[in-house]
């Protein structure tokens, strides 16, 4: 079964770029040198695995990125170059001596663009093929990952038994003859194919895994864990990765206790928390390094978030009702799935309190009887809490907001506990909404004669 995410959650975490220029979880990896090495990033970044081996064969290749970065060099110009001349048209059918000789003959007399682009791209393209083969023949240390010591004799034998042995014939940058140059050519663009973008494939893995190792260095992230216990999370020091000045926290889920009650007042951390959960979560099913000190995870089939859910204005839909739809999807894919990871920050926030206390109580009470997934929950309903706190399955956090003359202090440290602090009334009175609003009607009495 694969593994299951959607919209809504991709959204929720900002997993993607939307518009160009705003940062995304995926641009923090995008270290890549090449267009292939993006694409290859891409492909594992939206592929999330439950898998354990795989996953952990991933780790174990990134582990060896991060600490060593000395494999095949990426030159993004050559490579662009590459394919360019690789889906040029009119591929030959077959070798032909005297016809390579009179395009040559021909580009003396009148240059063009395509001979230029047919020379280059052989030269780049046979360049690149040796420096391959004598990279893959080097000798290397013990305890190598698998992946580079089979991608090793991929490259040996994807060459030395195909026609691309004959590039080894000619030295860099050698300048080639007219019918060098069209053999060379029938070779990549027909015959060798396949061989030459399996090649190809290689070193874009390469580039990607490098750029994964340059940002787990560069952001201070840690590669995960992976546990056979069921329902368990344990990790220290998380935080968001977009925040220039993150407060860590830690959490840790047990099988006995799948449901993480959190509360807390307005602009405390809520929702930053469960954000950086749930990044945490899906990086780590897709074996990347995750924004913690450390971090160990079992297997989930899933990954569902409600952060920023909006109204379904095309279907007529309220915020209560699509809030009603979003738990009911939930439950059917954790019908399905079975283990799912599931995030929902403040709980039917879209109706009174009255059907909100309601509405909250009986979907957490009804979750808390699951033996399967995990949840972080918030609310903005406290006195739920005080019916939940003899449910064994739950377990109870808060961030807080010290009240320092009167003005909220802020520490984003997740606390055992609940709390009942509300800031509403102070963020309404600090921006002067009454007083704007009474200005605005001042006139208008006057006008009256009262």
């Not at 160990?296 to 089939?301: D, G, M, Y």
């Not at 009603?324 to 039917?348: H, P, S, T, W």
């Amino acid at each position: 079964m694969r593994f299951i995410t959607d919209k809504q959650t991709i959204n929720d975490l900002e997993l993607f770029d939307k518009v160009k220029g705003e940062r995304s979880i995926f641009s923090l990896f995008n270290y890549t040198q090449s267009f292939g090495g993006k694409k290859q990033l891409e492909i594992w970044f939206s592929s999330p695995l439950n898998d354990a081996d795989l996953l952990k064969q991933r780790v174990e290749i990134l582990q060896h990125f991060r600490e060593d970065q000395n494999y095949i060099e990426i030159d993004k110009y050559s490579l662009d170059f590459i394919e360019h001349y690789l889906i040029q048209q009119n591929a030959p059918r077959r070798y032909s001596s005297s016809k390579s000789f009179f395009k040559a003959v021909l580009n003396k007399l009148l240059p063009n663009s395509d001979y230029y682009v047919l020379q280059r791209g052989i030269r780049l393209l046979k360049n690149t093929i040796v420096e391959l083969y004598n990279y893959a023949k080097t000798v290397e240390p013990e305890q190598l990952p698998s992946f580079i010591v089979d991608s090793k004799k991929l490259i040996i034998n994807t060459i030395e038994n195909t026609s691309l042995k004959k590039t080894l014939h000619y030295r860099k940058n050698k300048y080639l003859t007219p019918f060098a140059t069209g053999k060379l050519d029938y070779i990549f663009r027909k015959t060798e194919f396949l061989a030459v973008k399996e090649l190809l494939a290689i070193i874009y893995e390469y580039d990607a895994y490098k750029a994964i190792g340059v940002a787990a260095k560069k952001h201070n992230l840690t590669l995960p864990l992976y546990s056979n216990e069921p329902n368990y999370i344990s990790i220290k020091g998380l935080i968001h990765p977009f925040l220039d000045n993150p407060v860590s926290n830690d959490i840790e889920y047990k099988a006995d206790a799948t449901i993480c009650f959190i509360t807390g007042p307005n602009m405390a951390g809520k929702s930053t928390f469960l954000k950086s959960l749930g990044v945490a979560v899906y990086l780590s099913h897709i074996g990347f390094p995750v924004p913690a000190v450390s971090f160990k995870t079992s297997i989930f089939n899933g990954l569902l978030t409600t952060i920023n859910l909006s109204d379904n204005i095309n279907r007529g839909y309220s915020h209560y009702y699509s809030e009603i739809l979003r738990v009911k999807y939930v439950a059917e894919q954790i019908n399905l799935a079975g283990n799912v990871f599931v995030v929902f920050d403040e709980l039917f926030r879209g109706t009174n309190v009255k059907d909100a206390y309601e509405a909250s109580l009986s979907v957490i009470v009804a979750f808390s009887k699951l033996n399967k997934g995990l949840f972080a929950i918030s609310t903005h309903i406290i006195e739920v809490a005080d019916r939940l706190k003899e449910t064994e399955s739950i377990f109870f956090k808060y961030f807080e907001a010290n009240l320092l003359n009167n003005i909220p202090n802020y520490d984003y440290k997740l606390k055992d506990g609940v709390t009942d602090e509300r800031i509403g009334m102070y963020i309404l009175n600090k921006e002067k909404v009454i007083e704007t609003i009474e200005k605005s009607i001042q006139p208008i009495v006057k006008e009256q004669g009262y």
